[in-house]
């Protein structure tokens, strides 16, 4: 049973007797699904008074099972915590199992808001994920937030979601987990993000060491210009799966067809082994009418975990003579390999047309740019013979 209008003193007993099969709570949030779901899991309060609040400050800082927090507008806006607020936040910063944190319709800039995202900065060596959800964020917000992205050297997602994050704050933003190599996920979806605030992104995704894997940009103000800098900032990244880019409205098909040329460039078949062969998404929600179906196609290539194989099957599905006049300097040595490569193409590219005929006339090329190599050894003896009594 979830409290309303009172904390509800089964939520209480859970949280100090530290029930194993308690892990998230929400405190001061209404999510309906949580009434439907029963998930034991889960539990929801409303702490109304002091006492409420340092009694739930000392219970959370004993509690060794809970792992994801949630606050929300009533105890994360401007919500006077009088006396009791150094008990409350003495309990948060002692609490070593809580790994995620979430923020909701919070003003960072004063309050409850800034004092919860400082006590867990100050803690924050523990926090894995953090969750901004219609925050705001003035300077003095700002400023709590990327001091705590900092010293969270640990985190592997961040989102900050409707926070009104314009290119001169994400700036701010990425120097403070600039040095995190752990993140994975970063999700600045629905704030007023343009080609400024791109050409800070592409530092991060241009990063040797980074592990972002998904990169959430969509609903910002990105156009072309932004696109073509983050297409760019992805020819040699081998990490990020997913660049949601999707209603940001001026971004047109010229700024899209940017990221074909990444995903699969066909000046040359080395260009093409050399493309990004890690990116499978540019959207949030599968949208046939927004991605050009060329891109979509590379993209779900790119889908195989055989990276290896999506290389090749790009190469013998864009280019139909497959010139190996390169190789001949390494005379038959490189025979061997060809063939070799050509039999993972059959195992990986059942689908491609006309793959024998490929195979064949590669080999075809290497018996006409070296016949000898390719004639019985007795019959270039014999032709070796001939030619030498013809010299005399």
């Known amino acids: 049973m979830l409290c309303r209008a009172n904390m509800d003193q089964e939520t209480y007993s859970r949280i100090e007797n530290n029930d194993p099969t308690l892990t998230e709570l929400w405190i001061d949030s209404f999510p309906g699904n949580l009434y439907l779901s029963h998930d034991r899991n889960i539990d929801l309060c409303r702490p109304i008074n002091s006492d409420d609040l340092a009694r739930l400050g000392r219970a959370i ?60 900065g100050e803690n924050g060596t523990n926090l894995i994920e953090i969750s901004l959800v219609r925050c705001g964020l003035s300077n003095r917000g700002f400023q709590a937030l990327t001091t705590t992205l900092t010293k969270c050297t640990g985190l592997r997602k961040i989102l900050l979601h409707m926070s009104n994050i314009d290119d001169e704050l994400l700036q701010r933003v990425i120097d403070a987990i600039g040095g995190n ?26 990063d040797p060491d980074s592990s972002l894997r998904v990169l959430a940009l969509d609903r910002n103000v990105i156009d072309d210009t932004g696109s073509f800098v983050l297409a760019n900032a992805l020819r040699n990244n081998t990490t990020l799966e997913e660049l949601q880019l999707d209603q940001n409205r ?74 190996v006049e390169s190789f001949f300097e390494w005379d038959l040595k490189v025979l061997p390999y060809a063939i ?30 070296m016949p000898m190599q390719f004639v019985p050894f007795a019959q270039r003896a014999r032709s070796k013979r001939k030619l030498q009594e013809a010299d005399k």
């Open 181 to 206: 190599h752990k993140l994975e996920m970063l999700d600045l979806s629905s704030n007023n993000i343009g080609s400024e605030g791109c050409r800070a992104l592409a530092r991060l995704l241009q």
């Open 61 to 120: 800082g004993k509690n060794t099972h809970l792992v994801r927090v949630c606050f929300g507008q009533g105890i994360g806006g401007n919500h006077e915590l009088g006396d009791t607020k150094p008990l409350f936040y003495d309990g948060v910063r002692m609490n070593e199992s809580i790994k995620k944190l979430r923020l909701s319709r919070c003003n960072l800039s004063e309050g409850a808001g800034y004092d919860l995202l400082k006590a867990f």
């Open 340 to 369: 070799e490569w050509f039999r993972r193409a059959r195992l990986c590219c059942e689908d491609i047309a006309n793959l024998d005929a490929k195979i064949l006339s590669s080999i075809y090329q290497f018996a006409l740019a």
């Open 250 to 323: 001026g971004i047109t098909s010229v700024g899209l067809n940017e990221f074909y040329q990444v995903v699969c460039n066909t000046s040359s078949i080395l260009d093409t082994f050399l493309s990004n062969h890690t990116l499978e998404r540019l959207e949030e929600f599968e949208s046939e009418d927004w991605a050009p179906s060329n891109i979509r196609r590379e993209l779900d290539r790119n889908c195989s975990n055989d990276k290896h194989g999506v290389a090749i099957k790009k190469i013998l599905c864009h280019h139909q003579h497959l010139n």
